[in-house]
């Protein structure tokens, strides 16, 4: 068997030298099995030596084409196999014969003779094994590499057990001792279908599930409960931030006012008995400032309710209590009561929430509008100052 020998050593070193990470399945692991169980019906059938020596070259070249063409590889194991045995000497008649049976292994597989029957089964012989379940998914993961789609698990062992059941084997050897492990894997395939349709319909469930959840909070979201309570949230939160700008603005004012006034006062009022026709643009900028930082303290000045308010007056008035100035004097308990009362009057509750807003921009629009004047003020003022300044000191400098 120099001729086998000879075959196996160049398929071995094809393998070696040529790789597709695609091909998962069709190894050198699964060649070797073939030739395996090719030598094996063969010894059972009592074929010649020589029949047996040309059906193991054709078991070790019958996937070698998947490198060059995976879907036409029957057809480049057949030019592969003719281009070596040529190099053997082997005349063409037996190279056809070899190359016939490779091309017969190809699905769905059309045996003419003994030789190609024997190599069609052993192709096949590992729908009889234990662990065919393993190596039919390492198929499934060939074929979706190879086509760059995926399939469904379910779908592709469904297409496997139609194409186990339509499969026939050729051989007697392989009829005794394949065929019924075979049903055995079909059934198997059929228990793994039915896990994984049962797995699918749980998991499609538990998406209905998740799936009416999100549609009730989505709901709960859009419901005007909901909506009114984060209008007024947002609106609170923007009020309360522009108070917080207009009064950092104010304090801006007042401090650099303040500042220049202290300049003024001691660098320059002392030199108005030199400097006599200083005078008038140093009041007015006084007179300015004064005025900018009086303007700028009305728009922060606190403004609190001294009044006396019972808890039967708040009542009757519906009186803000979100505002501190209209409960500061009450006791707790009083406060708490009103609060509570409040809280069960869902129309009053909402008048209340609308009302504290109102006020609130009630007082932003008068901060606003003195820190306007504020500002007006101390604008002009430093321009009649400039203007005046430059006056004086060009008509009456000596």
């Excluded at 108005?272 to 007015?284: A, G, H, K, M, S």
């Excluded at 979100?322 to 008048?351: A, C, P, Q, T, W």
Aim: aromatic share 10%; net charge neutral.
């Amino acid at each position: 068997m120099e001729l086998v020998k000879n075959a196996e050593s160049f398929v071995r070193e094809y393998f070696k030298d040529n790789t597709d990470d695609r091909l998962v399945y069709h190894t050198l692991e699964h060649t070797e099995f073939v030739v395996e169980k090719a030598g094996e019906i063969a010894e059972a059938m009592n074929i010649s030596e020589e029949d047996k020596q040309y059906l193991l070259v054709a078991a070790w070249f019958h996937d070698i084409g998947y490198f060059n063409d995976c879907c036409n590889h029957e057809v480049e194991g057949g030019k592969l196999v003719a281009k070596f045995l040529r190099n053997k000497n082997i005349t063409e008649d037996k190279i056809q014969q070899i190359d016939n049976m490779i091309l017969a292994t190809k699905m769905p597989q059309t045996p003419k003779c003994e030789l190609d029957r024997i190599l069609c089964d052993a192709d096949m012989a590992h729908t009889a094994l234990d662990d065919f379940l393993d190596k039919s998914l390492k198929l499934w993961k060939e074929i979706e590499n190879v086509k760059g789609k995926a399939t469904p698990e379910d779908i592709y062992l469904e297409h496997t057990i139609f194409f186990m059941e339509k499969h026939k084997f050729h051989t007697q050897y392989a009829l005794d001792n394949y065929n019924d492990l075979k049903q055995a894997n079909i059934l198997k395939l059929g228990k793994r279908v039915d896990k994984i349709r049962k797995n699918h319909k749980k998991q499609l469930k538990d998406k209905d599930k998740k799936i009416l959840k999100l549609e009730e909070k989505i709901s709960e979201l859009r419901s005007p409960t909901r909506g009114v309570e984060s209008m007024f949230r947002n609106t609170a939160r923007n009020q309360i931030s522009l108070s917080s700008i207009a009064d950092n603005k104010a304090n801006i004012l007042i401090s650099t006012n303040a500042i220049m006034l202290s300049v003024l006062i001691t660098m320059i009022v002392r030199k108005i008995n030199e400097l006599p026709f200083i005078l008038i643009p140093t009041v007015i900028f006084l007179v300015c400032c004064l005025t900018t930082i009086v303007f700028a303290i009305l728009s922060t000045r606190p403004n609190v309710n001294y009044g006396s308010f019972s808890k039967e007056k708040i009542k009757a008035s519906n009186t803000n209590m979100m505002f501190f100035g209209n409960f500061f004097h009450l006791n707790v308990d009083e406060y708490e009561e009103i609060i509570r009362d409040l809280m069960k009057d869902y129309d009053g509750l909402y008048s209340t929430m609308i009302k504290d807003q109102f006020f609130l921009g009630q007082v932003l629009a008068k901060k606003f509008k003195m820190l306007r004047i504020a500002y007006n003020v101390f604008m002009f003022g430093m321009i009649t100052t400039v203007v005046a300044f430059s006056y004086v000191m060009i008509f009456n400098h000596p």
